[in-house]
């Protein structure tokens, strides 16, 4: 009893695996129902409550495949709505999903472009939106699978610290090519919002109705890219031009500014929809982008922050969220007592639970509530740590707000400074101006003294110009008074008024000298005067500004100060803050470690399930490899016996074709192909031999088959052929055998080839094809010449047959004057040879017919010989009439197609054509006649005979009509297997080489017979040879002309 009551540990087992795959079903059934509905083709926003259960989902499964597995069935192609809330989830999932979810995501690449393709082509409002955002989802998971690729540590390489940027791409060329890309992801991010905006804007649609919202709710995610994007170029140009000279960066500056302008605007134009105002808070961007070309602008870079606030619980979810791990976990006041499996299987005994059983359920029950409480728990704890991050997000905002102004007045402050530095440095300046106008009045005022020292000077002169005048007047009276000479007064006077001018000219000089020098001196005077008086009033207003500086940078300093205290403040509340939630976090790490615990136990069950699906698999491999070894066996009876067959004496009257036989070597070729694909697969995937059995049968089948018809052939190939023929069938069995061999053994089953088949069947095949009947080839550069050539030895055939029976014969010269005609009109600018190579087909006809004519007017020439000479038929002549009008008819329909319906050339062929049918009527007729003058001739007289000797003779004459009656029947049968292969080599060769034909239609011989080795008609219109005939007395056969 005691035994009874414990619980087997496979019992335990099985209930474990039952509570974890109705935890799974649950889980699937709750994805379904979430995917449902949010992703439908109502046009309304997707639920936010949805989208997260999708997110959750994707941790707890650590990935996107259950989110795929459900996706990958809805009818994407048949509504657009349904297509761009699809993307919009899938957004949402690349964004806030687990770091797998990329790679999930990645191997569905193909069918997301193949989306938007296909809506790209349709005229659809959605459609273009869905084309546009699935380029921009295709683009963004091809930038963080390659970024990710660069830097696996990180997981997200737009949200990277301000120190790590100088990380992602240490050379200046990745960095550069990294900015491109993030350039490109940023455009289509941009492209779809501005389309957005663009249809919301053209249509009746607002952002507070539900078709509005439908279109608006993705540009959430949108802006968040977006953000992140515009933070990362920013640093990235810095980086560049840092490293780089700025003409090079030219490009890059243009397009970031392009992209800041188009940002501005996005943002700007969501800022103000009523949509957004309650679901996020929108970055404001700068009024001018960043001066990348100034190094200090950086500081005054700030980083656009997007805070999405705490959203009410939705009242209307019918079925609670878990937040990391999904299971159905009943209560203690909602679900039934669950009963133990092993007692509801066998019933508990004496009918009855014990009290230890009513422990343990009781304690089940327990541990279901505490579990409850416990999830209930942590999702209240996530709540509290989502808000605790919101409000850290927003703290820390405030705080990168403040800094950025900080940051603002110091710069403010370093501008302030180097304008006093430059106030002091012009003071400086004005003192120097100072000093040189202090010496510039000393040097007046010494210009001034010199200017009186010539002023006296002159005055001096002008004294003693004025002495030296009244001397001279003096002089002159002493010299008159003296008597003098002439000449010496004269002299005397010259002098005197020469130094007289001298003095006056040099006193001019010096004072206009002293003028120039005393106006440039008073200029100058005046100019320092102005400089002077500018320089006074400019250092008092610069005395005054460094009062304000002054006064300005108190109050900046005070600022300064309550900005430091307000950010010790904000520090403080965030430590606080952080400190709370580490002291959550501590709880939930003991809450974890229990959940590692059971995971553990969980984990050693998977391990013995993972063992026992191992030996499952390896019981698989050996059934299938001993259905391989089946198949093998079977297999090598078919060759073996194939190959006993051609030991048979029984296979020797066997006979086979060489069609055939080329047939079956082609199908066991591509039977070896099949079987090659088979063992590729089975190699790779031993779990699976249908493939290689089912090529395996099909190969043994016609490999015999090949075997057998080979040998078959060789019954009645040469004797060359046939040996070789024979010594391949038998190696094809003995390579086959081997090949197969190496598929029925373990150790050499992976490196089997059947090469060396391939190689014997092929020699098959070729010796197949070698043994088919061959017509002769004629070149087509040949058919022109081959053409005339034929139509020349026709006509002279026909002229040497009427000149033979002396009779006029039909126009058919015509033929040839009309094929000229067909042949000039049709060649255009080509030679009459590349006319017929070109409707080479046509010409072949033409060939046939035209021989035929020339053969049926021989083979009636003689005929008629033979019937004169007693050698011959009337059936022959019969025979011949008949083939003359079949081919004559044959001649001009090959020269009706090519010709004009209105060509006279053709009419006087086609009334020609009509008389050589009548001339025909008229031979079978002249000849059926004389037949029937014959037999009448030929009287029966049986007045002799007694009745026993006319019964003898009766039964004779039956047997007789008996016989000929199956020979009859006979020929007729001989003629239509005639008939066939004639109708088979013409098919084969198109164009007959008959140099016999030709040399008796030049050369007839009256006494030759119609032996088919010396008299053969072209291939296309063989006949039978016609019958002896008694001799007969000769006819003549003369028609209408």
């Known amino acids: 009893m005691n035994s009874i009551r414990q619980v087997p540990t496979r019992v335990k087992s099985r209930r474990v695996e039952t509570n974890l795959g109705a935890e799974r079903e649950h889980f699937d059934k709750q994805q379904l129902s979430s995917i449902s509905k949010a992703i439908n083709s109502t046009e309304a926003p997707v639920k936010e409550k949805h989208a997260r259960r999708i997110i959750l989902g994707t941790h707890r499964e650590k990935g996107a495949y259950t989110f795929w597995s459900y996706a990958l069935g809805l009818p994407l192609a048949s509504s657009s709505i349904l297509s761009w809330k699809f993307c919009h989830v899938l957004h949402k999932v690349l964004r806030d999903g687990h770091q797998n979810s990329l790679q999930d995501c990645m191997r569905h690449h193909s069918s997301l472009i193949e989306i938007g393709?296909?809506?790209?082509?349709?005229?659809?409002?959605?459609?273009q939106l869905v084309a546009l955002y699935s380029k921009m989802l295709c683009t963004k998971m091809e930038f963080h699978v390659k970024v990710r690729t660069s830097s696996p540590s990180w997981l997200d390489p737009l949200s990277l610290p301000r120190s790590a940027v100088t990380r992602v791409s240490p050379s200046p060329p990745c960095s550069f090519q990294l900015t491109v890309e993030v350039f490109d992801y940023m455009d289509t991010e941009l492209r779809v919002a501005e389309t957005v905006l663009r249809q919301l804007n053209t249509s009746i649609a607002i952002s507070t109705l539900t078709a509005g919202q439908c279109r608006l709710s993705p540009l959430i995610q949108v802006i968040q890219d977006c953000s992140h994007l515009y933070h990362f170029t920013v640093k990235l140009?810095?980086?560049?031009?840092?490293?780089?000279?700025?003409?090079?960066?030219?490009?890059?500056?243009?397009?970031?500014?392009?992209?800041?302008?188009?940002?501005?605007?996005?943002?700007?134009?969501?800022?103000?929809?009523?949509?957004?105002?309650?679901?996020?808070?929108?970055?404001?961007?700068?009024?001018?982008?960043?001066?990348?070309?100034?190094?200090?602008?950086?500081?005054?870079?700030?980083?656009?922050?997007?805070?999405?606030?705490?959203?009410?619980?939705?009242?209307?979810?019918d079925d609670p969220e878990p937040l990391i791990e999904v299971g159905d976990v009943p209560t203690a006041s909602s679900a039934p007592t669950q009963f133990d499996i092993f007692d509801q299987t066998f019933g508990a005994p004496n009918g009855r639970f014990d009290d230890r059983d009513q422990q343990i359920e009781g304690l089940k029950r327990d541990v279901e509530m505490l579990r409850a409480e416990l999830e209930r728990v942590k999702a209240e704890a996530q709540r509290y740590i989502t808000q605790l991050k919101s409000q850290i997000n927003s703290l820390e905002a405030e705080l990168e707000e403040q800094?950025?102004?900080?940051?603002?007045?110091?710069?403010?402050?370093?501008?302030?400074?180097?304008?006093?530095?430059?106030?002091?440095?012009?003071?400086?300046?004005?003192?120097?101006?100072?000093?040189?106008?202090?010496?510039?009045?000393?040097?007046?005022?010494?210009?001034?003294?010199?200017?009186?020292?010539?002023?006296?000077?002159?005055?001096?002169?002008?004294?003693?110009?004025?002495?030296?005048?009244?001397?001279?007047?003096?002089?002159?009276?002493?010299?008159?008074?003296?008597?003098?000479?002439?000449?010496?007064?004269?002299?005397?006077?010259?002098?005197?008024?020469?130094?007289?001018?001298?003095?006056?000219?040099?006193?001019?000089?010096?004072?206009?000298?002293?003028?120039?020098?005393?106006?440039?001196?008073?200029?100058?005077?005046?100019?320092?005067?102005?400089?002077?008086?500018?320089?006074?009033?400019?250092?008092?207003?610069?005395?005054?500004?460094?009062?304000?500086?002054?006064?300005?940078m108190t109050s900046l300093q005070a600022e300064k100060e309550r900005l430091m205290r307000s950010v010790s403040e904000k520090e403080a509340e965030l430590s606080s803050l952080r400190q709370s939630a580490l002291a959550e976090q501590s709880s939930l790490q003991v809450e974890r470690e229990k959940s590692s615990r059971d995971l553990g136990n969980l984990q050693s069950m998977l391990q013995e399930k993972a063992g026992r699906e191992e030996q499952l698999k390896q019981k698989l491999l050996e059934e299938q490899f001993s259905l391989l070894q089946g198949t093998v066996s079977e297999a090598e009876n078919i060759i073996q016996d194939a190959v006993a067959k051609l030991d048979d004496p029984l296979h020797v009257r066997c006979t086979s074709s060489p069609d055939y036989l080329v047939s079956r070597a082609e199908a066991t070729l591509a039977s070896i192909d099949h079987v090659k694909t088979g063992h590729a697969h089975f190699v790779k995937d031993m779990a699976d031999a249908g493939a290689l059995v089912r090529a395996l049968t099909q190969f043994s089948h016609l490999a015999a088959d090949t075997i057998v018809n080979g040998s078959a052939t060789a019954h009645t190939a040469p004797v060359d052929h046939a040996d070789r023929l024979t010594e391949n069938c038998r190696s094809c069995a003995v390579q086959s055998l081997a090949y197969l061999k190496e598929l029925k053994e373990q150790a050499s089953v992976r490196r089997a080839d059947p090469a060396a088949v391939r190689l014997?069947?092929?020699?098959?095949?070729?010796?197949?094809q070698e043994l088919r009947p061959k017509g002769s080839d004629v070149r087509q550069d040949e058919l022109g010449d081959m053409v005339d050539k034929e139509m020349a030895a026709t006509q002279a055939a026909i002229d040497e047959a009427v000149r033979r029976i002396d009779v006029s014969s039909p126009r058919l010269i015509f033929i040839k004057y009309l094929q000229k005609e067909i042949a000039e009109g049709g060649r255009g600018a080509a030679t009459l040879k590349e006319f017929y190579a070109r409707n080479s087909r046509w010409t072949e006809g033409l060939i046939s017919a035209s021989k035929a004519v020339g053969w049926g007017a021989t083979q009636m020439v003689e005929s008629a010989d033979k019937v004169v000479l007693h050698t011959g038929k009337y059936e022959e002549l019969i025979v011949c009439s008949h083939e003359i009008a079949a081919s004559t008819a044959q001649l001009v329909a090959a020269s009706k197609v090519k010709a004009d319906r209105n060509s006279t050339r053709l009419t006087v062929l086609q009334q020609a054509s009509r008389?050589?049918?009548?001339?025909?009527?008229?031979?079978?007729?002249?000849?059926?006649?004389?037949?029937?003058?014959?037999?009448?001739?030929?009287?029966?007289?049986f007045s002799g005979m007694s009745l026993i000797k006319l019964k003898k003779e009766e039964m004779e004459s039956q047997v007789k009509v008996l016989e000929l009656e199956s020979q009859l029947e006979n020929e007729r049968l001989r003629l239509g297997e005639l008939r066939k292969k004639h109708y088979g080599i013409a098919g084969a060769a198109l164009v007959s080489d008959d140099n016999g034909v030709s040399s008796s239609a030049s050369s007839p011989s009256h006494g030759s017979s119609l032996s088919p080795r010396l008299q053969q008609k072209p291939s296309v219109m063989k006949k039978p040879n016609l019958a002896q005939k008694p001799s007969l007395p000769p006819k003549s056969m003369v028609g209408p002309a």
């Open 403 to 552: 800094r950025a102004q900080k940051q603002r007045s110091l710069v403010e402050n370093e501008q302030l400074r180097m304008e006093l530095e430059a106030t002091r440095r012009r003071n400086a300046e004005h003192e120097s101006v100072q000093a040189t106008f202090s010496e510039a009045d000393k040097r007046a005022q010494a210009t001034e003294q010199r200017y009186n020292k010539l002023k006296d000077k002159h005055t001096e002169l002008v004294a003693d110009h004025a002495d030296l005048l009244r001397k001279s007047a003096d002089t002159e009276r002493i010299l008159t008074a003296s008597h003098q000479t002439h000449e010496e007064v004269e002299r005397i006077k010259m002098q005197m008024s020469l130094e007289g001018e001298r003095l006056k000219r040099e006193a001019d000089m010096t004072l206009e000298e002293q003028k120039f020098e005393m106006e440039k001196l008073r200029r100058e005077l005046a100019d320092k005067m102005a400089e002077m008086t500018h320089i006074k009033s400019t250092l008092q207003s610069n005395e005054k500004a460094g009062m304000e500086l002054s006064g300005s």
């Open 237 to 317: 140009l810095f980086k560049l031009h840092s490293c780089l000279p700025a003409d090079t960066l030219q490009g890059h500056r243009d397009r970031f500014h392009d992209q800041f302008h188009s940002l501005k605007n996005f943002f700007n134009k969501a800022r103000d929809m009523q949509y957004f105002k309650r679901l996020i808070q929108i970055p404001k961007l700068p009024d001018s982008p960043p001066n990348f070309l100034h190094a200090a602008s950086l500081a005054k870079h700030v980083k656009p922050v997007v805070v999405i606030p705490d959203e009410p619980q939705d009242d209307e979810d």
């Open 760 to 768: 014997i069947v092929q020699k098959i095949l070729h010796l197949g």
């Open 915 to 941: 008389t050589v049918n009548e001339m025909a009527a008229n031979v079978v007729a002249s000849t059926r006649t004389g037949l029937e003058n014959l037999e009448e001739k030929d009287t029966m007289d």
């Open 117 to 127: 393709q296909l809506w790209g082509n349709l005229h659809d409002k959605y459609g």
